[in-house]
């Protein structure tokens, strides 16, 4: 199976008014809350929900994403509540940042290369890689995601991708859906 491309995302996103819900997900809300407002990048941000919500919270965000259909349902929420936040249409595994962040948000990102030791390279010193995902372990004990073992993610895979950061977290969560549970991953890494 392929990754899905950019025009098959913007056909989703123009077909309904939110693909996801406009909250941020739990752990992401939680393992940022503590952490005090810097620049943060929202990597394949879709329709923005955590773009928006960390604008809320004082952050300087970029969102990143191939599909210019959901980042335009993103701008158009910031600009709805007076919020500013760079949105980039670009591939993130092509793309280079003009600087670091303090925060590097990867949720539920859809591409089946792995990027993450790419992506830590964006983090700033005393900035943190948070990733929550879909596990591996979903498709054979959990509901909902993408059903190709690719687009998933496991411990193993996350820990290799922090390479050189210091690993705060990194195990696995059930999330309660109107399907059933879905069994997420959640890596919080930091770049000491």
Known sequence: MTAPDATEWDRRYAGRKHVWRSEPHEVVAELVAPMAPGRALDVAAGEGRHAVWLAERGWDVTAIDFSAVGLAKGEEEARRRGLEVTWVVDDVTTWEPPHEFDLVLVSFMHVAADVFARLRR??????HLLVVGHALRNLTD???????????????????????????????????????????????????
């Open 142 to 192: 959990g509901v909902g995601g993408p059903q190709d073992p690719l687009m998933l993610l496991d411990a193993a895979q996350l820990r290799a991708g922090a390479g050189d950061l210091t690993v705060l977290r990194l195990d696995e969560v059930e999330r309660a859906t109107s399907d059933g549970v879905a069994v997420d991953i959640v890596l919080d890494a930091r770049r000491d």
């Open 122 to 127: 964006f983090v700033a010193p005393g900035g």
